[in-house]
């Protein structure tokens, strides 16, 4: 299980241990990022058990056991995350006491601690208590900033590629002016293919049916190369003006109007 990275508020919380202390607004609202997160069952511990059944009631899809306050330090003992939340005006998890529970604790992982809370319910020093990661709301708010950044540097990304696919989309669009021009220019080389086939069909005539076949092959490989220019040139152009420049060009070169 890894929820060092973000403070423990988004990796690995479903197969997590879970526990909340106190049972307010902030509670109710970790309980709906939880539940989100694939959360299926928390420890709430409050002095009351009024507002857990209010929270139970609420939340009908989430498992909730509730603790009372003198069972903290043994909730604590079996959690992988605590999630302290109380109205407190002081720590209530302090580092002498947290380092005694921790000596019987039998998960080898880390307890994480993210205070949610202002003033801190946790004191600073028990990030120093071995076996300890303990988070605060500045930590929170670095993550706020560093997931906000990440995604301000996708939404350029993003931008980017919206651009780039929107001037293929108009360059594409200008090419549909020039459809007709270009529609026009291979039946007229078709036409004057076939012309001149027609004037050499008797010099041709002695040949077999798959040398005169090679004789066709070629003669429309020649005109495709020849019309590669004047068609790329109509498709290219990126403003209308410019379209229309081509287009009259290619109609002037070819005497398509005639």
Known sequence: MTLDRDCGINSGLSDAAISIIGAGKMARLLLVHLQSQGVQRITIVNRSPERVNELQKEFPDLIIDFKLMDSMWDVIAVSDVVYPSTAATETIINPEPLAEVLKSRVKPSNVQFVDISVPRNVHPDCANVEGV?????????????????????????????????????????????????????????????????????KKLSKLSAADLEAVDRLSKGIVAKLLHGPMNHLRQQKEIESTRAAIQQVQQAFQLEQ
Do not use: H
């Open 133 to 201: 990661k303990s988070y605060n709301v500045d930590d929170l708010k670095l993550v706020v900033e560093r997931n906000t950044a990440k995604r301000r540097r996708e939404m350029l990304e993003a931008e980017n590629i919206v651009t780039d696919e929107l001037s293929k989309y108009r360059l594409w669009q200008q090419s549909l002016g020039a459809i007709p021009t270009i529609a026009k220019l291979q039946e007229k080389a078709e036409t004057l293919r076939v012309e001149e086939l027609q004037k050499a069909s």
